[in-house]
């Protein structure tokens, strides 16, 4: 059994994470951490876990965490880069769903998060926790920057493109909608109920952080940086995101035979028939990413569509699917949830 | 492993039975048919299930029901009590999750379902599938009648006091509240998004079909008539119950003690501590129903507060939780999904 | 034309009150105040209103408020009672959207209220405003007290069998349902869209602060204290008041006619058709309540559906319905909007 | 006054133009048909409707629509082009919501709506009837084809880059997002509550029926063919629609001003101050089209966000400032609603 500590667990991707690692047969859940609510039981908070998870939330100076073999950070950035050092010292292996390791280039990093990076040797050693690029390097890792929610999404439907070399890498564009649940379990008033529904809007137009980190991971595959323009929306549902992607074609190729080719051999990316439009409900509250690729009216440009659960595939599933490759289990385990629909 | 069919596999119902039945350890998935749908692959029309089930949709004229061990009916009312005795001449137990088999009085059933029943002599067989109340006449039962989602909530809250004797059993007040998942997967105008969402309304206070199917649970308990006034309501929500249950108090009591002794054993009646408001998300996509008691103002007023997910617990999950029981497997087999929250 | 002012103008009773007082033909919006805000333009705000509201918001304390005919308190309650004296004295009418001065009982309402009462004084004089009971004196008055919310509707809904005196006044239920923008525009976690949609619940089960307004009220018609259980729920939608009211028989009447009867005059009540079941969306967005009378399977309960728009019935458009009347203005004036619906 | 009739008065079009010309103080309701509810009160189908609109459903054949000034087409495509030519003839003006009369492409249209059209000498005198185009037009037109919900916000929102050639017309993309009420008010399986609440889509990606339409709309400006991909999709919203825009720059300007200029007039388009994201519920419910512009990043591509209310700006708001013109009202005569927030 993996002893696993949380640091950070009353947030949306702390709960989904205990939802899913309630249901994981090899882990014990070893301490969970919030200094708002130390000593209270984590059911009486999420009252969805009463008879599944026992454990009461521990101060963070307080919490076990050097017991643990591998600790999630479910925090805000600018927390994991903290308290990162010291436990991989004491031997514990660290997945970040924050931000704080995701981005390679420090300034570009303090430029987007706005403070200073307090590890930067850490962020040179961790892996970007996205398996379908980087398992391998995932397996021996210590230390997994796990990928943003709009970054899984975008970077998988473009994925097959880009290694391709099949649209032009420097007009590409990204219109991505997500739940309101990616803007976390803050009170923030724009994200009430009666704001957010029956409501639609863009945001973060001029720019939003996800941006540097796919133009990386997308650089990375071409060897040189690419062009896009990021649109993210709010749309009122609670879990999903959906990105269509656009992309200008520089050279003919069966499309929707290179997408299914390229993830025939992933257990969590489902190319859909050609002519299909996934839902974000067909992965609620599951991990997987659905992906169709068109190509309207026959002319240049090709549309892909991709759908995750943005606490699932998009943060707490992909983090477990992460741990289980790092600790030499079935990729799948603990992760087979049928997605709820209706 | 236990051979299953489902007869009506195209509505809500049949794919929530789809989506935990994928899951169950003991169950091979052996027919599900469908007239309109007939050839088609079941995860064409439910990507959810998209490499989970790979069943295909049968005529029911031709689908291998007599081969199955067990047969689940999720069609309208009406089916089931044509098909049923040859299914069970075969050797074959159902489950039926329509209303054909829950009302012991012949002509009550047949002025609320406006039809003549084609299976009398199966009413008086068919056992009630509410294991909390007969759990043991369910075990040897040939054919099972799946409570309705109201009843299934409500005769959960009111149960303890009604055994107790403690309240005025003539003066009951059933207020529930449904998702519109509740109301079918059918092309009705009412059910509409533009006209369900950002909506809430009464309907049926006239009378509805299970105002007499809860009526002939409670008046067991008491071997008298209840009086019970149920009114069911829709609110914009996908799945889920919440009964709103008034009863007056004839007998004082320590209410908290009482619930909790009564569901002790239950391994899906979660009895909140006192002063707990249960929500419909606490329970989405999972089996149970989860309760709390209180009495206002210390009044002689006592309110109990009931939900379940419709789809599980008022439906699919009570059918397989039954299931388990007639095959004598571990009643929890199968059910142990963490509700999804948020 | 009506100088008129508001007190707390970022909430939603006091956006709700720009949008309506922005179409009034007798109305000049003369001040707004913020703290948090002041400077600022609230159209900046509140796009709805950019081209219909040219105000800017105004620090309280250096708002022209004196100058006005009226202001309305759209604050948190507990602002009101310190500030209306002096309006007053300067000749300026005032209605308090908030609590401060519905309850006539100074030791009750600091009980529910927790606080201090600043202004007892004024309590003897404010005029409760329910202009289906008070109009007259409403006509006549300085200092209106608006109504709760829930209080319009379960009062309206009562009021014709209480009146009659056919039902028994010490065994009333009322089970409401608010939609979300009921808990006002704060940033709390609970009223977060990924907490409060797909979700249903109640609240303040033990005790709801709009009871003792509603029992005043309704002990008022009586003479007697009269005795009722209010339970309260929160429902995913964002504007609308659902009360479903219980009551038991006393004497026998024509309760259709009695209820058509009663509101025959009254310009924004309107008793829907024998069996019919009034949804929220029909008053959504506009001044009206809409009541229907059932009474199932021809029992001794009857049971009243009342529904308002908790931000136009249930609080801004009856403050404008008030205003009219103080004012001598046509009761409707400005209040024209049809429901929104779909 | 104008004696106005509306032929399929019970969709969503149908009872929107009902909500705004019972507020319109220059029409008298004279007919609506409805086959289905011919007989019927209005307001027994729609009780938002009680005290407003008095008339019953005629049945087609018998209506009196000979008589009326202007006769509105609310139907599905193929029916006005049947009957329209009748009423010309009558002396009877014409304004069609439907698609009959949109493209003047005769065979263009019967392939993308796959049918003969039965009028073609008709969609020659009709005008396409988007104001800030063709003012003039329609002050003088007999017949006028009420354009498209999607085409009204991606046209409005590209125009100033259009006209100003300052972007590439080959290369737009337009991803734009519906609410539900913009499917109609069918009884259609896909647009259930259950299926499309918490869900997000694309739809139509081969190919959707506004595509012609916005393409004529955006050559007849360019005098040459434009290059778009269109991707529309299905948000969980009631009422609204989010057009984000994307174009390449070909030529240096300031877009903002660009924008301000060529809508300064426009009593209908609000251009949004630089950094903005106008929400869909800041038009909710009123004849609006909010716009804002955007270059992200400093770089080539210029992104438009532009929102109106599908029911209004896309169909009846518009209708009624159609008509507007075309009897010398003032253009923005009874379409002074505020827009509903929250």
Redesign the interface.
Known sequence: MIKVGIVGGTG?TG?ELL?LL??HPEVSLTAITSRAEAGGAVADM???????VELRFSDPAAAPLGDCDLVFFATPNGVAMRQTAELLQAGVRVIDLAADFRIKDIPLWEKWYGMTHAAPELVAEAVYGLPEINRQQIRGARLVANPGCYPTAVQLGFLPLIEAGCVAPD?L?A?A?S???G?G?????H?????????????G???HRH?PEIRQGLSAITGAPV?L???P?L??????I?A?L?A?ITRELDYQALFEKRFAAEPFV?V?PA????????????NFC?IAV?R??G?D?L?V?S?IDN?VKGAAGQAIQNMNLMFGLDECLGL???????
């Open positions: 949306y709960v939802r309630a249901q999420f009252p969805s876990l009463r008879g599944r007009q564009i219109d909608k739940g309101v649940s803007a379990r803050k009170a923030e008033t994200i009430l109920y009666a704001e957010a529904a029956d409501n639609f809007k863009a945001y137009v001029a720019g941006l062009g323009t990021f649109v929306h749309t009122p549902i609670i879990r999903g959906h269509t656009y200008r489902d859909l002519g299909s439009h996934p839902e974000t409900r067909s992965v609620r509250a599951a659905r068109h309207p009216q002319g440009v549309v569509l759908v606490l087979s949830q049928v997605p709820v629909l209706p």
